[in-house]
């Protein structure tokens, strides 16, 4: 493939896949390390989280997160935090990607 080509390609985007920021330009990306350590925090207690779940089924994150509250553990707790505070915002960025319901 032509270089020129190959550059075009790779940053044509569709309309389709691109965002609408017009009325939600205040809204935030999910705090992706956050949810990293909530996983791997979890995991070591013994708690499987699915990623997937969290980010598609806000009840699901936010029933996953109350169960955290009742553990200990610093890392954990702040990663609770940090999370209760995107999964409990009304307009995350995600919401109208993922979250199939409110």
């Given at each position: 493939?032509?270089?020129?080509?190959?550059s075009h390609a790779s940053s044509a985007v569709p309309a389709a896949y691109a965002p609408d920021m017009g009325a939600r330009a205040?809204?935030?990306?999910?705090?992706?390390?956050?949810?990293?350590?909530?996983?791997?925090q979890m995991a070591a207690r013994g708690h499987c989280?699915?990623?997937?779940?969290?980010?598609?089924?806000r009840g699901?994150?936010?029933d996953q997160l109350?169960?955290?509250?009742?553990?200990s553990g610093e890392a954990?707790?702040?990663?609770?935090?940090?999370?209760?505070?995107?999964f409990e915002d009304a307009q995350p960025a995600v919401a109208g990607l993922h979250w199939y319901h409110r």
């Open positions: 493939m032509h270089a020129a080509t190959a205040e809204a935030r990306y999910w705090p992706a390390h956050a949810l990293d350590t909530f996983l791997l989280i699915s990623a997937t779940m969290m980010l598609g089924d699901y994150a936010l109350q169960h955290a509250r009742a553990l954990l707790q702040s990663a609770v935090r940090e999370l209760s505070d995107y």
